[in-house]
């Protein structure tokens, strides 16, 4: 329960450090403060921003997976994943921790940033 909370705090706390990033604001309490009729156009940015996350990352892992002439089950077995889940992150059907990135990154000799490029 406490990790859960914990991750859930990290989470919402990388959220807001995002939006400040992404839009400039002074603090995170602007956000926070602003009417849900103004928040909700930024909110779909966001939301869109992270989905053309997801697709560069699934698009990289793809072409480095087919570059070295793997298959998913192969991919999957080298780096300790289920088939499934590397079909998943291709799929753009779920987000890679900071984990699988540098598992991915590691294997294929390149740099997390590479594989976040477009």
Known sequence: MITT???LVRSTYESIRYIVR??????AGKWISMPESERKPLSEALKKD???LLATIATTIAK???KHRLSQEEL???LGYSTRFIQ?????N???TLLTLVRVA???GVSISELLKD
């Open 88 to 92: 998943r992150l291709e799929d753009e």
């Open 76 to 78: 999957a077995e080298e």
């Open 94 to 96: 779920c987000a890679p």
């Open 5 to 7: 909370l914990r991750s």
């Open 22 to 27: 992404v839009f400039g604001f002074e603090d």
């Open 64 to 66: 480095l997976r087919k």
């Open 106 to 108: 590691r294997y294929f």
């Open 50 to 52: 992270y989905s053309k």
